[in-house]
């Protein structure tokens, strides 16, 4: 039988053409407000597969990409509408008009996200190990995990924290947060000691990039709005959404994910049925994390389980509520709660459920930071992403805090009441005193065994009689003090009133496996006030009078400030009658009220 070889390869390449533009070719996208009356017509809208959902506006509109040729439809139905952005891909190209930055402005390319994590792992290759998942994605593209330890290459034993970005293409942020956060903790870690702790004591991971098909396929997507992953479909379309597509209640309704190929959160043929979310469930399942965070964008909320239904794990809302709580402080979220509450809608499939309740670890602290004002905001300005990335870093290491056990002083307690001591709860000269120093365990899943203290001070005046304090157990957010324990202190006769006496207290717990050292500090008497405990500062241990009556005198050799309630500086040894705030490491630590 004679074959026309030349029509076979025009064929070929016709057939090939073909495919490329399905899945390549662009519709013209805009960024538009659909207001809606009620529930059932949020529904409708979630449910639209020519709809991609960005965020849900308290008003009863959401925030979302259509194709232009759907908007004369979506006002047929009822709907009305405010366009945003006409044409997107237009837009951002007008925003990298000035040439700097290449495709992704000032995000960064995977093929670059590649080169700077071999580049860390290099120059630092005591503290970086650089690995890529076995399943790779469908177009086989590495994901890789980065770990930052004081041994990379082993399992330590030590607690284990996960941070991951761009599971959805179009969310770039994610990325440069975790390239912020393992550079920060390499290039500081022979300087900043509070980092060395961290990154001695805890197993740091990273997973810059979750979905690379989509995010290289974004590349060359003028609009840059693609969400899925390259998933060939049997209808002809691409892609699954891999935030639905998590073995726990997968498909659970219609609403929280979606059966139809074309839907912006199509959730896959079965749980896990995407190489992206089985090379995930397989490296966690094999591994200890935790705590978690998976950066999305945008909204500047912080979702937590469960996204499936309007519920919380009940069990444990307290953990859920302090990290929450802590870190809208620390990065300056709007919301947080679970998706239905602080996002409008719900999301089954979903990674932080399924990290929580169905993954071999099993009560995973699993949440979302929804990050920035704008999917790709800060492309042509670079000072957004570098202001995210610098806020976000606060919460990111308060949460390689919070994995494992980790002590925080909450008070310091005179017990003046030994044989010539005045029994007025202060440290006063010639006094022999009981020390009671509380501490509070800030760790949401772990418990210290066997915690003891050994005090010691370099100040002249005073001297440290019996060292050692006994707090037993602290579980986690638990407060515990050495009361039954107390260290003993002599205060010379020498002693200066209102000095201040700097202590070292060294911590070991699980029969000496660990060991952190705190400052803490007491001032000398004679002293007029009411203490309370101070709020984040790298200086946690220092303690100031809430109220005062006469003098005040800040520490020397510690940075702080004083300031009156317009925010003018005041100096401390010239204070009138009033309310003033002292400022400790650049975060204002107490409020101090002057009496006379």
């Known amino acids: 039988m004679y074959i026309d070889n030349t029509k076979l390869v025009r064929r070929i390449v016709l057939l090939l053409c073909w495919f490329f533009l399905l899945g390549s070719a662009e519709e013209s996208f805009s960024r538009v407000n659909i207001y809606y009356q009620n529930n059932d017509q949020l529904v409708q809208l979630i449910q639209m597969p020519e709809i991609s959902v960005l965020k849900h506006k308290s008003g009863g509109y959401l925030e979302a990409v259509v194709e232009p040729g759907y908007l004369e439809t979506l006002r047929a139905s009822g709907f009305e509408y405010e366009v945003l952005i006409k044409d997107i891909a237009t837009y951002y190209k007008e925003l990298r008009s000035d040439g700097r930055g290449g495709v992704f402005g000032n995000y960064y390319l995977y093929t670059e996200v590649r080169q700077a994590i071999l580049d860390l792992q290099l120059q630092y290759p005591g503290l970086v190990k650089v690995d890529s998942l076995p399943t790779r994605s469908i177009e086989d593209r590495a994901l890789y995990v980065v770990k930052v330890s004081n041994s990379p290459a082993i399992n330590n034993g030590r607690p284990e924290v996960l941070f991951c970005g761009a599971m959805h293409a179009y969310e770039p942020i994610g990325v440069s947060v975790c390239m912020t956060d393992m550079t920060h903790l390499c290039e500081n870690y022979a300087s900043d000691p509070e980092i060395q702790w961290l990154v001695d004591n805890r197993q740091i991971y990273f997973i810059p990039v979750m979905n690379p098909d989509g995010y290289v396929f974004n590349e060359t997507y003028s609009s840059m709005m693609w969400r899925k992953n390259r998933r060939f479909n049997s209808g002809g379309s691409y892609g699954v959404d891999l935030n639905r597509n998590y073995p726990y209640k997968w498909g659970y309704d219609n609403v929280g994910s979606s059966p139809n190929q074309t839907a912006w959160n199509y959730r896959g043929t079965e749980p896990a049925s995407e190489p992206e979310t089985q090379a995930v469930v397989d490296f966690v399942n094999a591994r200890q994390f935790r705590a978690w965070h998976n950066h999305h964008s945008p909204g500047d909320v912080l979702l937590i389980p469960f996204s499936y239904i309007n519920s919380y794990p009940w069990g444990d809302t307290l953990e859920y509520y302090t990290i929450c709580r802590e870190e809208s402080l620390l990065y ?265």
């Not at 019996?466 to 039954?484: E, K, P």
């Not at 009411?530 to 109220?547: A, D, N």
Request: net charge negative.
């Open 332 to 596: 300056g979220f709007l919301d947080w709660g679970n998706s239905t509450e602080a996002y409008g809608y719900p999301c089954n499939g979903e990674l932080g459920d399924w990290a929580w309740c169905d993954s071999a670890t099993y009560k995973i602290f699993g949440l979302v930071p929804e990050l920035g004002p704008d999917y790709w905001g800060g492309l042509n300005d670079s000072s957004e992403i570098v202001g995210i990335c610098q806020n976000m870093l606060n919460a990111e290491l308060y949460l390689m805090e919070v994995s494992g056990f980790f002590p925080v002083i909450f008070g310091i307690t005179v017990h003046d009441t030994m044989p010539g001591a005045n029994n007025d709860g202060v440290l006063n000269p010639g006094e022999t005193a009981g020390l009671q120093i509380a501490l509070q365990n800030k760790a949401v899943v772990d418990t210290a065994f066997g915690l003891c203290g050994y005090l010691s001070t370099s100040y002249q005046n005073l001297s440290v009689i019996d060292s050692t304090g006994n707090y037993g157990d602290v579980i986690r957010l638990a407060q515990a003090a050495n009361s039954s324990d107390p260290f003993v202190i002599a205060c010379s006769t020498s002693a200066v009133p209102n000095d201040w006496v700097h202590f070292d207290l060294r911590l070991t717990w699980n029969t000496g496996e660990y060991e952190k050292t705190l400052a803490c500090s007491l001032q000398i008497g004679p002293v007029t006030g009411v203490y309370e405990g101070v709020r984040r500062s790298m200086h946690q241990g220092i303690l100031f009078p809430t109220i005062i009556s006469g003098s005040m005198r800040l520490p020397k050799d510690i940075p702080s400030k004083l300031f009156d309630v317009a925010g003018r500086e005041v100096d401390a040894a010239q204070l009138a009658p009033g309310i003033y705030f002292i400022e400790i490491d650049g975060k204002i630590t107490q409020k101090i009220i002057k009496v006379r």
